[in-house]
């Protein structure tokens, strides 16, 4: 049963800086490529980053990018998000999804597998 599980959320003022991560198990995590989203109340789910199956290549959102890293361990079966420079309109559940085809990364559509998701709140 494949699995994602997201750490590393939490409270901190802006400016500041977290990393999360994204633990996935229950399948061959390092032949799927996995995106990072996040979901604001009240609004819709939106990309913030993705990582190609062998960490080759990297997407963002033009609102991250600049701020934020994403990587990859494979042999840890874990994807990082790197989030600095962080200010209150990034408070939001982020979540980590495990796409195989790695076709279109920033669609949310796309994706097989979704963690239950972490809380990040930036405060000002």
């Known amino acids: 049963q494949v699995q994602l599980v997201e750490s590393g959320g939490g409270l901190v003022q802006a400016g500041g800086s977290l990393r999360l991560s994204c633990v996935a198990s229950g399948y061959t995590f390092g032949t799927y490529g996995v995106g990072w989203f996040r979901q604001a109340p009240g609004k819709e789910r939106e990309f913030v980053a993705a990582?190609?199956?062998?960490?080759?290549?990297?997407f963002y959102s033009n609102s991250v990018k600049d701020r934020f890293t994403i990587s990859r361990d494979n042999d840890k079966n874990t994807v990082y998000l790197q989030m600095n420079s962080l200010n209150p309109d990034d408070t939001a559940v982020y979540y980590c999804?495990?796409?195989?085809?790695?076709?279109?990364?920033?669609?949310?559509?796309?994706?097989?597998?979704w963690g239950p998701g972490t809380q990040v709140t930036v405060s000002s």
């Open positions: 999804a495990a796409d195989q085809a790695s076709t279109r990364p920033k669609d949310p559509n796309v994706y097989d597998y």
């Open positions: 990582i190609s199956w062998n960490g080759g290549s990297t």
